[in-house]
């Protein structure tokens, strides 16, 4: 079986590579993904929450620190897991396990928000995770997760900087490798409506359906924020537990 992303973490090069990129000041993640995440998520007062994916838990953290009632990581990654054990310590309800997605038992009507960020396209299968999600929240609760965009995943992306945008294979769902960072990274892909069914049909409601499109403040230098209007990098969508 094919690794669902953890273990290009835990090779040395590979994690240290990822960690120096998101420090970069106009990285995706932080000007793309992360906006509307949090736009999405809203005030997370009091709230019990599931992060799938957490990486090192530096949302987890944010999240804490803005008054969220407690915070579960998951992370498969050991490195990882590692670090989101020392960024959350001292902090008062938060917690992380290292164990993969799908190994997670999702104990019934346990949280009030599920959020993963940029995680669930390693998997093969979301079909039993999201009916897992569906049971762990509680009546009302939210499940928003942002992934690598449709249009993004269809085609193998070689290193680099692209300067064209070519969508191929876009209904040949299934599994692709991703030349990044050095190393090889495995992902799964799936199209918009195959995301939007597999909520449907886990019991969700869907609520949003947002793209990382690019606003001017986010960004520093024009040349990235038009850069960024080309193409969409992220989806993101929240379901909403009836009852």
Request: aromatic residues 12%; contains cysteine.
């Amino acid at each position: 079986m094919r690794d669902n992303g953890t273990d290009f973490y835990d090779n040395d090069a590979n994690f240290e590579k990822y960690m120096q990129r998101r420090q970069w000041q106009e990285n995706a993640n932080d000007t793309l993904e992360k906006p509307v995440i949090m736009e999405l998520l809203g005030d997370c007062s009091d709230r019990h929450i599931l992060d799938l994916g957490c990486g090192d838990a530096g949302f987890g953290v944010e999240l804490l620190k803005k008054g969220c009632a407690a915070y579960m990581g998951i992370e498969g990654s050991r490195k990882m897991a590692e670090a989101s054990e020392s960024n959350l310590t001292g902090l008062n309800n938060g917690t992380v396990q290292h164990m993969r997605m799908e190994d997670y038992a999702y104990p019934p009507d346990a949280y009030d928000v599920v959020i993963s960020r940029l995680a669930i396209h390693y998997l093969q299968d979301i079909a039993g995770l999201f009916r897992g999600i569906h049971q762990t929240l509680r009546p009302g609760g939210r499940f928003i997760f942002s992934v690598e965009h449709p249009v993004i995943t269809s085609t193998l992306q070689p290193s680099g900087m692209r300067t064209n945008w070519v969508v191929d294979n876009y209904f040949i769902e299934g599994y692709r490798e991703q030349q990044w960072l050095g190393g090889t990274v495995h992902k799964y892909h799936r199209t918009v409506e195959d995301y939007f069914t597999a909520l449907t049909e886990a019991g969700f409601r869907v609520a949003s359906l947002r793209e990382s499109k690019p606003v001017r403040e986010h960004f520093l230098t024009e040349e990235t924020y038009e850069r960024r209007r080309r193409i969409p990098l992220f989806l993101f969508l929240e379901g909403v537990k009836k009852g």
